[in-house]
């Protein structure tokens, strides 16, 4: 046994974060921790690995019991973690950031050559090729998670903590991360593997500890359990599955032509894009992040108000317009980044779920808010979408990120309006939240909404789009209807390259 971690108890104010939550690791092992948004894996993790201090509990590791007080502390015991957003230079070499801190050196400069051997000799013994001179930013995103792996394993990781690691992986590389992790544990390392994919842990791991408001309610061996059981033990219930009606799709009520960004360097973020959204339907835009989805949409949606090319929205011309004269026109916008563009973070729930609807009728009398109608409405979508929480006046930068998530989809779901963006809906929520918010995407194209859906997540791409757009380095690349490609073919288009089924 290389890790225990005994009655584990963390409270933040009057959240019981943590409740004597135990665990422990053997050597070579795959230990998955599922659970909810707000079950307590993230704390957990996070006094595992020293940026959290325990009000109360021990740990344990390799038969002694220690105490961290920052990640190094943690790192130095050969604690390491892969984050889910990489902490990657861009603009240095793969060797550069792997040997960051621990370089080696030549007469007190940086020795090119040698560190450079080092990753080298690295990536041969653990089977991960990459190569050591290239640029971090002209990788690929499964590329940039791998230097993220061996950076940790560089630092002599015994204990490797994976969380969220496929979030914005292809299918294909997904396929790479896994056998990269077994590979792992098959060489001695101890991984700890959080995500809210049950086929991953299924496909895995060894053993399953499922937590829940801040407990741990079980543990399982892989081969004692499955999907359904896993779902119920997270969240008390059985996921009942997506269906998509068929609707009748009726007037076009977004139009993009010949789209085009340029940059400094004379390279084209998009290039000559087009693509149509009609009533009634979602759209969805696969494509490995970093491959134009953040420029169309911030185009479409007035934030990126210089580019070539046309936009209409319901009939009306919105290039280069502002955010406020583009949701005039009958756009909502669940945006990728939920606090940069999606909420203030130091203000109220009530202020969070009101912004965008200031001055509609219903919350406005006079020039002067409706401050109880307000809040009342707030209350009623904290309960309805079940954002966990101590009330309308609570601020949103002290949710979880999954709970701010979910206030901010209610904010733009739940107007009435033809044309909703909806960018990474579901990113960072737990499997119960998830159904729930693509539910209230499915009703609200059944109304007549048109959806763009732009998403990391291939499957809920595949699930909920009626049409589906392939984007590459810029580029529309393919089309496909419902049903007409899979993960796989689809994953390859991703990539740059040619489907099976074309």
């Not at 509609?360 to 009398?365: F, H, L, N």
Request: aromatic share 6%; with cysteine.
């Amino acid at each position: 046994m290389i890790l225990q971690m005994n009655n584990i108890v963390k409270t933040y104010g009057n959240v019981l974060a943590n409740n004597n939550v135990s665990l422990y690791l053997n050597q070579g092992e795959i230990l998955s921790i599922v659970g909810e948004n707000g079950a307590g894996k993230s704390t957990i993790m996070k006094i595992l690995y020293g940026l959290e201090k325990p009000d109360e509990g021990e740990i344990i590791v390799k038969g002694k019991k220690v105490s961290f007080h920052s990640s190094a502390a943690a790192m130095k015991l050969g604690i390491g973690m892969v984050q889910q957003h990489f902490m990657l230079f861009d603009s240095l070499t793969v060797a550069e950031n792997i040997v960051y801190n621990r370089e080696k050196s030549k007469f007190g400069f940086y020795d090119k050559l040698e560190n450079e051997k080092a990753v080298q000799q690295l990536c041969q013994q653990y089977g991960l090729f990459v190569d050591p001179k290239a640029i971090v930013s002209d990788l690929p995103v499964g590329m940039q998670q791998r230097v993220e792996i061996l950076k940790t394993l560089y630092q002599n990781s015994d204990i490797i903590i994976f969380d969220e690691p496929s979030a914005v992986l292809t299918p294909l590389e997904v396929e790479e991360l896994l056998a990269t992790i077994k590979k792992l544990a098959q060489s001695g390392k101890s991984i700890i593997l959080i995500t809210h994919k049950l086929n991953e842990v299924m496909s895995v791991a060894d053993r399953i500890v499922v937590m829940r408001a801040g407990e741990v309610v079980a543990t399982l061996n892989k081969n004692d359990t499955n999907q359904q059981e896993l779902s119920m033990l997270m969240i008390g219930r059985r996921i009942v599955e997506l269906e998509l009606p068929e609707v009748n799709v009726t007037d076009e009520v977004l139009k993009v032509s010949n789209l085009t960004v340029g940059n400094i360097y004379g390279k084209k973020s998009l290039d000559n894009v087009s693509l149509s959204v009609c009533k009634g339907e979602i759209v969805g835009i696969a494509g490995v992040s970093g491959n134009g989805q953040s420029d169309l949409i911030k185009c479409i949606s007035g934030l990126n108000q210089n580019y070539q090319g046309t936009i209409l929205i319901n009939g009306k011309d919105v290039s280069n317009k502002s955010v406020n004269a583009i949701r005039k026109a009958g756009e909502t916008h669940i945006p990728e980044d939920r606090y940069y563009w999606g909420s203030a973070k130091g203000a109220t729930l009530s202020d969070n779920y009101l912004m965008g609807q200031h001055e509609s009728d219903e919350y406005t009398k006079y020039g002067f808010l409706k401050k109880s109608k307000i809040d009342e409405k707030t209350r009623e979508i904290i309960k309805q979408y079940q954002v966990k929480s101590s009330g309308e006046n609570q601020t949103i930068s002290e949710l979880s990120g999954g709970n701010a998530q979910k206030l901010i989809t209610a904010r733009e779901i739940e107007r009435d309006n033809d044309f909703t963006i909806a960018c990474e809906p579901t990113r960072g929520i737990d499997i119960g939240a998830m159904e729930f918010v693509q539910r209230r995407l499915i009703e609200k194209r059944n109304k007549g909404c048109g959806i763009l859906l732009v998403s990391s997540e291939l499957t809920e791409i595949l699930n909920l789009s009626d049409r589906i757009y392939v984007m590459f380095e810029g580029r529309i690349t393919a089309q496909y209807k419902r049903g007409e490609i899979d993960a796989y073919n689809i994953g390859l288009m991703m990539l740059g390259g040619k489907s099976n089924e074309n």
